[in-house]
């Protein structure tokens, strides 16, 4: 499984980005996909995540209600559409892949090159 992430960007805090996700290999719509970020000098944290099916989504606290995480099991994407952003959300955001429903990045077996978001006050 390759995760090729994209859509990252410099944006106006108070603003919007799309992230998206393309999955390569014949069993995407079996993976469960997250998304985590890492802010210079921090540790890689959670964001979001979604079941195989859309069933089911969990997102970290510091992101609900502005994040939303969702699949196209058919284009073999997954996307974060992000609004309201905030210049503490700026970091670099990973797609990642697990055959379990976690938000602990030690649990996901593939990863993408992930895409650069910058948020300006």
């Known amino acids: 499984v390759q995760l090729q992430a994209s859509g990252g960007g410099l944006v106006q805090a108070g603003g919007s980005l799309r992230l998206s996700c393309a999955v390569s290999?014949?069993?995407?719509?079996?993976?469960?996909m997250g998304w985590f970020r890492q802010a210079p000098g921090k540790e890689r944290e959670f964001v979001a995540v979604?079941?195989?099916?859309?069933?089911?989504?969990y997102y970290a606290d510091s992101v609900k209600g502005r994040f939303t995480i969702s699949r196209d099991n058919a284009a073999k994407m997954v996307y974060l559409q992000m609004n309201s952003l905030k210049p503490g959300d700026t970091a670099v955001y990973y797609c990642?892949?697990?055959?379990?429903?976690?938000?602990?990045?030690?649990?996901?077996?593939?990863w993408g090159q992930g895409t650069q978001v910058t948020v300006s006050s």
């Open positions: 990642a892949a697990d055959r379990a429903f976690s938000y602990d990045s030690s649990r996901y077996d593939y």
């Open positions: 290999g014949r069993t995407f719509s079996s993976y469960v």
């Open positions: 979604i079941s195989w099916n859309s069933g089911r989504t």
